[in-house]
């Protein structure tokens, strides 16, 4: 029996300009029917950042509800999970969007170095957003860049602030912070289970490359 697996797609992602691949959906409507068609391709979810006229990133509510709107009359069933990463905005603004109650929304919990900057992501900001997403009925997707992420995830569930079990992706090869390496991310599935109430194990395929 062949193993389930659910396919996500970042259509646009928080880098990518028009300079860059003209091919690159900045708009709503461009995003709309570039979603669409990795869902008739058989992608489940959609983790989704938007961007302003000029092609920068945005926190905008209104530009995140326009989308979910679109992907949501386009893409029925597909799973909407709204970014809330720091290239969009700065503190609670990275939150403004959650009213619009997406099916997922990303949470990083806790800080890196990326190649240039810092991934700054204080824990007030962690529990703001956390807290956001608890009250709006948002699955956090645990966005983490290195195993520590993993202990701070398991705490916002001790403290009440995030449900398990916990749906995790590990974001590896941004440099500075944890390498593209199975080894990297492969602890103790016992071990791992007393961090995450609700973990059963690695699957046999773990790592998805972009």
């Known amino acids: 029996m062949a193993l389930p697996c659910i396919i996500t797609v970042a259509i646009t992602g928080s880098v990518p300009r028009k300079e860059h691949n003209p091919a690159v959906p900045i708009t709503i409507d461009e995003q709309i029917e570039s979603t669409h068609a990795a869902y008739e391709a058989g992608a489940a979810l ?5 961007r302003n006229p000029d092609g920068s990133n945005s926190s905008d509510p209104e530009l995140f509800k326009a989308l979910r709107d679109g992907l949501v009359k386009h893409c029925p069933g597909m799973i909407i999970q709204f970014s809330t990463g720091g290239r969009s905005g700065a503190g609670s603004e990275r939150g403004g969007m ?15 170095n990326f190649p ?12 703001e957003l956390a807290g956001k997403m608890l009250e709006y009925d948002i699955k956090p997707e645990i966005e983490a860049f290195d195993l520590s992420m993993l ?15 916990v749906h995790v992706q590990f974001v590896m090869g941004v440099r500075n912070a944890m390498p593209g390496l199975i080894g990297s991310f492969r602890v103790p599935s ?4 007393q961090w995450l109430p609700g973990f059963t194990g690695l699957a046999p395929v773990s790592v998805v490359t972009s």
């Open 151 to 165: 202990y701070s995830a398991a705490q916002l569930v001790e403290r009440g602030l995030m449900r398990s079990p």
């Open 98 to 112: 959650l009213k619009h109650r997406p099916d997922m929304a990303s949470l990083t919990t806790g800080s890196c």
């Open 46 to 50: 959609a983790h989704v950042h938007v």
């Open 116 to 127: 240039l900057s810092v991934y700054e992501n204080s824990p007030a900001l962690i529990d």
């Open 190 to 193: 016992a071990q791992t289970a």
